[in-house]
């Protein structure tokens, strides 16, 4: 769920800076996050699980900001694109 969370966001997202307009708002990834994070870290600190939820929690963090810069108004030079 989380997967095509991220990839519809940024398909979307890469779509609408093609087409110089605003992307979709941007999809709730805080509980499928958590849901996948805590299942996880169910295995306890250390473990590879764990280390897997924290580097999922950095990847929606960065899926995040690239998303919020697309819809950023002149934050991207959409004359320069294409």
């Known amino acids: 769920a989380l997967g095509g969370l991220i990839e519809q966001a940024l398909s979307n997202a890469a779509q609408a800076l093609l087409e110089r307009r605003s992307p979709a708002p941007r999809p709730g990834f805080d ?25 999922l929690g950095s990847i929606v963090s960065d899926v995040t900001g690239l998303l919020s810069a697309a819809a950023a108004p002149g934050l991207v030079s959409r004359d320069r694109i294409g």
């Open 31 to 55: 509980a499928p996050l958590a849901r996948l994070t805590g299942s996880l870290a169910a295995a306890g600190e250390g473990a590879p699980g764990a280390i897997s939820a924290s580097l």
